[in-house]
């Protein structure tokens, strides 16, 4: 299912860790139309300013995945609310500046640097646009 013009639900649901334990990592409806919501206010801004491919490396985990993964219990990756990416374009400082320059809202964002990738959550209603702290 295409969740917005560059973005597929199988990049969204794709986990290493429901592979192995064979667990269904599939979001019912109302958090599919979450991350259709995620793709179109952050990631597809994002997509077009820096013009190349945006890598999903964390989308939806099920609360089971989230579990195994060692996620927090109130993840907003559960809920379809959040995504870790990140680009071949360039670095991941560059890219957390361009996030907060072209994303015109966030609940929550940080930069990973250890792992090389952005975390960003978006939900309907109110956004926090809360800047968390830099991972080394």
Known sequence: MQLSEHFHLSEFVRSDIARIHELSNVPPPEVTRKL???????????R??????VHISSGYRSTVVNQLAGGSPTSQHCLGEAVDFWTGAMD??????????????????YLNRRDAFIH??????????QILPIVD
Do not use: T
């Not at 259709?36 to 990631?43: G, N």
């Open 36 to 46: 259709q919501m995620l793709c179109r206010m952050v990631l597809e801004p994002v």
């Open 48 to 53: 077009c300013h820096i013009m190349a491919p």
């Open 92 to 109: 991941a400082d560059a890219l957390f500046e361009v996030v907060q320059r072209q994303v015109p809202e966030w609940d929550q964002v």
């Open 120 to 129: 960003i959550s978006y939900r309907l209603g109110k956004n926090r646009n």
